[in-house]
């Protein structure tokens, strides 16, 4: 089964690309962006991960567009009685 919930990590990694470079990065961009939180191997298995679980979508080789996130966003509501 597919992860599709983003760790908190995760989602501030993507929404920072968006805000610096928009909704098309590179592989380099998201490295670049992810160094503070992972090593270069790890951001590597990140970008495998968040590709098979389509929040990046793979353009070609090394460059990749990211998934709207507000299309991924689930709610939960608290009903109060």
Same mark, same amino acid.
């Given at each position: 089964?597919?992860?599709?919930?983003?760790?908190?990590?995760?989602?501030?990694?993507?929404?920072?690309?968006?805000?610096?470079?928009?909704?098309?990065?590179?592989?380099?961009?998201?490295?670049?962006?992810?160094?503070?939180?992972?090593?270069?191997?790890?951001?590597?298995?990140?970008?495998?991960?968040?590709?098979?679980?389509?929040?990046?979508?793979?353009?070609?080789?090394?460059?990749?567009?990211?998934?709207?996130?507000?299309?991924?966003? %689930?709610?939960? %509501?608290?009903?109060?009685?």
């Amino acid at each position: 089964m597919k992860q599709t919930i983003l760790s908190a990590k995760q989602s501030e990694l993507l929404e920072n690309l968006i805000m610096h470079h928009g909704l098309i990065v590179t592989s380099g961009q998201i490295i670049e962006a992810a160094k503070s939180d992972w090593d270069y191997k790890q951001a590597k298995n990140l970008i495998t991960k968040l590709t098979k679980n389509g929040w990046l979508v793979r353009i070609k080789r090394g460059l990749y567009a990211i998934s709207e996130l507000s299309n991924r966003v %689930f709610c939960r %509501f608290r009903l109060i009685s």
